[in-house]
């Protein structure tokens, strides 16, 4: 079997020498335990984090050992009845070929007519927060005008679509013109390239001169300073993700306008998508009609094989991905 581990903690921006392929002899199976041969893995921002060796919601990974994320894959020898040959399961044994487990925290997988790789993405933990972020937090209703950062990416590509079927106007901010042409022709009603923006603040004005009543906030930095100038009084933003700062080596200084939360009586809520787990199903059920109808589309960037792995999670951070990224292992 091959995996990956971390070889030392990144400074800054990753790169591949942070990260170390190894193999070693897979185990025999007992009673009671199955062996797994991963299909897709998943790359998340959230995994940088785990990189740095600190007190947070989710332990850091560890020097020398092998990385670990969300992964689909298949059973391919079974002594365990709940799980036979052939059984698709999702687990958080990423970035490795194969394993064995007694299939503690797996879970057994519906069958749909999508690619399984979708229950790393729009079906899974990203689509989820899209969800809970809009409908949990702050509580988006027909009418108001959302603004969504990162938004041509796993979550912000679903934040999107879910605020158009909620009845919102949609604002986005992306990397590229072809991230924004993307998200104009499924039906987003404006979006800003930040990376040529010359006053983000501005722009955002233009594209929502009615102001802003809900921003869905994965960006951080002056993507949040922006919002704050075009918040309307009483709105709402839901802080998911800050990933301009994730490979900061020093301590950026706030946004110089924190004042506005006062001025327009602003709610800003942070949250953690696994706390609001209980409403998975309620989540999945829905998603899973949008799905079907066309309502809502998935998308994905692939890159294949285990090796490509640290390129595809690097890859985050410099805009790679158009919705999830996921990696192809098999
Ligand atoms: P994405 O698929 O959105 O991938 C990351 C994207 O972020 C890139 O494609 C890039 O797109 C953009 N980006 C990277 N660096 C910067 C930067 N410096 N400034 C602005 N944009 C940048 O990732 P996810 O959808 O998985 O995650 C999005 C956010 O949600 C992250 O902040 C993540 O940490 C957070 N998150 C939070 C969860 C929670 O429970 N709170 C759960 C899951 C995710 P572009 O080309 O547009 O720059």
Same mark, same amino acid.
């Given at each position: 079997?091959?995996?990956?581990?971390?070889?030392?903690?990144?400074? /800054?921006?990753?790169?591949?020498?942070?990260?170390?392929?190894?193999?070693?002899?897979?185990?025999?199976? +007992?009673?009671?335990?199955?062996?797994?041969?991963?299909?897709?893995?998943?790359?998340?921002?959230?995994?940088?984090?785990?990189?740095?060796?600190?007190?947070?919601?989710?332990?850091?990974?560890?020097?020398?050992?092998?990385?670990?994320? /969300?992964?689909?894959?298949?059973?391919?020898?079974?002594?365990?009845?709940?799980?036979?040959?052939?059984?698709?399961?999702?687990? %958080?044994?990423?970035?490795?070929?194969?394993?064995?487990?007694?299939?503690?925290?797996?879970?057994?997988?519906?069958?749909?007519?999508?690619?399984?790789?979708?229950?790393?993405?729009?079906?899974?933990?990203?689509?989820?927060?899209?969800?809970?972020?809009?409908?949990?937090?702050?509580?988006?209703?027909?009418?108001?005008?959302?603004?969504?950062?990162?938004?041509?990416?796993?979550?912000?590509?679903?934040?999107?679509?879910?605020g158009k079927l909620m009845g919102a106007k949609?604002?986005?901010?992306?990397?590229?013109?072809?991230?924004?042409?993307?998200?104009?022709?499924?039906?987003?009603?404006?979006?800003?390239?930040?990376?040529?923006?010359?006053?983000?603040?501005?722009?955002?004005?233009?594209?929502?001169?009615?102001?802003?009543?809900?921003?869905?906030?994965?960006?951080?930095?002056?993507?949040?300073?922006?919002?704050?100038?075009?918040? +309307?009084?009483?709105?709402?933003?839901?802080?998911?993700?800050?990933?301009?700062?994730? +490979?900061?080596?020093?301590?950026?200084?706030?946004?110089?306008?924190?004042? %506005?939360?006062?001025?327009?009586?602003?709610?800003?809520?942070?949250?953690?998508?696994?706390?609001?787990?209980?409403?998975?199903?309620?989540?999945?059920?829905?998603?899973g009609q949008w799905l079907a109808s066309g309502?809502?589309?998935?998308?994905?960037?692939?890159?294949?094989?285990?090796?490509?792995?640290?390129?595809?999670?690097?890859?985050?951070?410099?805009?790679? +991905?158009?919705?999830?990224?996921?990696?192809?292992?098999?």
């Amino acid at each position: 079997a091959q995996q990956i581990l971390l070889d030392s903690r990144p400074e /800054g921006l990753p790169t591949t020498a942070n990260f170390k392929l190894a193999s070693s002899p897979l185990a025999g199976i +007992n009673d009671g335990e199955f062996l797994v041969k991963n299909l897709w893995m998943s790359v998340d921002p959230y995994m940088r984090g785990r990189m740095i060796d600190r007190k947070s919601y989710i332990a850091p990974f560890a020097i020398g050992e092998v990385l670990e994320g /969300g992964a689909i894959g298949e059973v391919i020898e079974s002594r365990h009845p709940e799980f036979p040959v052939g059984s698709k399961v999702s687990s %958080m044994l990423g970035w490795r070929s194969h394993y064995v487990t007694d299939g503690s925290d797996h879970t057994r997988l519906p069958q749909t007519p999508l690619s399984e790789s979708h229950f790393l993405g729009v079906l899974g933990m990203p689509g989820m927060t899209a969800w809970t972020g809009l409908n949990r937090i702050a509580e988006l209703k027909e009418g108001e005008t959302l603004f969504v950062s990162a938004a041509s990416g796993a979550v912000g590509s679903v934040a999107c679509q879910l605020g158009k079927l909620m009845g919102a106007k949609v604002v986005a901010s992306v990397g590229s013109d072809e991230k924004a042409e993307h998200l104009l022709s499924i039906g987003v009603d404006a979006v800003i390239n930040y990376k040529i923006s010359e006053n983000l603040s501005a722009e955002l004005h233009a594209a929502a001169p009615e102001g802003i009543d809900v921003y869905f906030e994965n960006v951080g930095g002056e993507h949040l300073s922006a919002a704050l100038d075009n918040m +309307n009084d009483h709105g709402r933003i839901a802080v998911c993700g800050m990933i301009s700062q994730y +490979n900061d080596t020093r301590p950026t200084p706030g946004p110089s306008n924190l004042a %506005m939360i006062i001025i327009k009586k602003l709610k800003i809520e942070g949250f953690i998508v696994f706390e609001h787990w209980a409403h998975y199903p309620e989540f999945a059920k829905q998603m899973g009609q949008w799905l079907a109808s066309g309502a809502v589309k998935a998308e994905q960037t692939v890159y294949e094989g285990l090796e490509r792995a640290p390129d595809a999670f690097i890859g985050l951070f410099e805009g790679k +991905n158009r919705g999830k990224m996921v990696v192809k292992l098999a």
